[in-house]
């Protein structure tokens, strides 16, 4: 399975992006993809996960501004995206995309690139 993210750059403070997952290769069935950030000097960190059952969460830190959802093109539901409003300085770092195979009691776990997510005036 390959994970593949797309979509960061450089915003201004309480501007939007959309931030694209896909993973190719994948297994249809039971899946999760997550949205985690890493930031310079930090650990990284949940952002937000969907299942193919169509179940989110949210950090708190988040909550009411960022929205993760499938494409609608995709039937397997492989592709998540991030739509990331009203994005903060704090936003900033990079964001990776992990997909998870949930199969017969296992889980397999993918891991994308990364992509660069910028907030500054």
């Known amino acids: 399975v390959q994970v593949v993210e797309s979509g960061g750059g450089l915003v201004q403070p309480g501007g939007s992006l959309l931030l694209s997952c896909a993973a190719s290769g994948a297994v249809a069935g039971f899946n999760t993809m997550g949205w985690y950030r890493q930031a310079p000097g930090k650990e990284r960190e949940l952002v937000a996960v969907i299942t193919s059952g169509e179940t989110t969460n949210y950090a708190d830190n988040v909550k009411g501004r960022f929205t993760v959802f499938h494409d609608s093109r995709d039937n397997d539901k492989n592709t998540a995206l991030l739509q990331m409003n009203g994005l903060k300085p704090e936003d900033t770092a990079v964001y990776y995309c992990?997909?998870?195979?949930?199969?017969?009691?296992?889980?397999?776990?993918?891991w994308g690139q990364g992509t660069q997510v910028t907030v500054s005036s």
């Open positions: 992990k997909y998870t195979e949930h199969f017969r009691a296992n889980d397999f776990a993918f």
